[in-house]
């Protein structure tokens, strides 16, 4: 179900956003695009930061934006986490957490309070003062601060951004457990691929101000009409749970809604979700299945669309049993191997290959 309803309009003297889009009630409304396409414009808008802003803005059935209506800031129960954290420095953690507190027009109690602190891992960090905090814990706080406003939609604008993809490590699972345990709409705008594929449900990929593609993360990412599928680093994205170890080995199975077992390194709890992504340039093809191969993923597939063919390579969508990949080949190989639409090959990933998100 949708939770807000969101139709945008603004000019500035030399670039126009319009946007046209849903916020579902539940998961992460994921906005993608390069630097200067609108990302953090739209998130402004719907927070009240922007002036001149025309359309509609309804969250579950209350106006923010509208033709007699504007609410300024202050009136729209916004958690905002900026790129910058913006924590007061001469404040606590604690005292940077209260500070959300007394901006929440409800009443709080303990156990909201230690139930979030839980959630981010930052009970232990309340007396230490920002400047004492690694980039991934004072995201945490901010996110933390964020959160006891009890807004009623959250944006985050590129929080990671100023991360290494370690520390980055280290915060998306906590992103995913609001993700899964609130109830909170959010929107979270990014520029990393791998950041969008581990945490959003949903996409809108943006261009100068306007809206290329919409829909879930999967579509989004494997789709030909999106621009996502045609990027350098074009992957698509796997939703399962664990359902064998190979402690032996250091393996792990998982099996995918589709029903395709995949085998990844490590050792993960039976019956956990799991999302995997498998870049296009990391899969390859045989119309055979491989009898001795160092592969241990070798999936049967149709090739389904042939989304990009140039001199040098081509981008195939192939259909493993309702589950789409995205597969980078070289065109000298496609031309060997005569392939073409509807051709049946067998898909092989290398299990040292996938990434587990």
Known sequence: MSFAECDIKLQRAEFR??????????????VFGHSGSGKTTLLRCIAGLERNVHGSIELNNEVWLGENCNLPSQQRNVGYVFQDNRLFPHLSVKENLEYG????????????????????????????????????????????????????????????SSLDWKRKQEILPFLGKLHEE?????????????????????????????????????????????????????????????????????????HTKNGNAIQVPGILPIGQHVRLRTR???????????????????LEGVITEIIEQQQAHVLLQVNV???????????????LLGLDLQQKVFVQIKAVSIRGL
Do not use: W
């Open 17 to 30: 956003v319009e946007v046209k889009f849903s916020v579902p009630e539940r998961g992460v409304l994921g």
């Open 101 to 160: 507190i007394r901006r929440n027009p409800h009443n709080i109690d303990s156990l909201d309070r230690d139930y979030l602190h839980e959630l981010l891992n930052i009970g232990h960090l309340l007396k230490r003062m920002p400047s004492q905090l690694s980039g991934g814990e004072t995201q945490r706080v901010a996110i933390g601060r964020a959160l006891l406003k009890k807004p009623k939609i959250l944006l985050l604008d590129e929080p990671l």
């Open 182 to 254: 609130l109830s909170i709409p959010m929107l979270y705008v990014s520029h990393s691929l791998e950041e969008v594929s581990f945490l959003c449900d949903h996409m809108l990929v943006m261009e100068q101000g306007s809206i290329r593609f919409k829909g879930n993360i999967q579509d989004s990412l494997v789709t030909p009409e999106s621009p996502l599928a045609t990027a350098e680093n074009a992957a698509a994205i796997l939703d399962g749970n664990v359902s064998k170890q190979e402690k032996e080995f250091q393996i792990s199975t998982i």
């Open 280 to 298: 296009a340039s990391d899969i390859s093809l045989s119309k055979k299945a491989a009898s001795d191969s160092s592969i241990l993923n070798i």
């Open 321 to 335: 049993n309702q589950d789409r990949l995205l597969v980078r080949l070289t065109n000298k190989s496609y031309q």
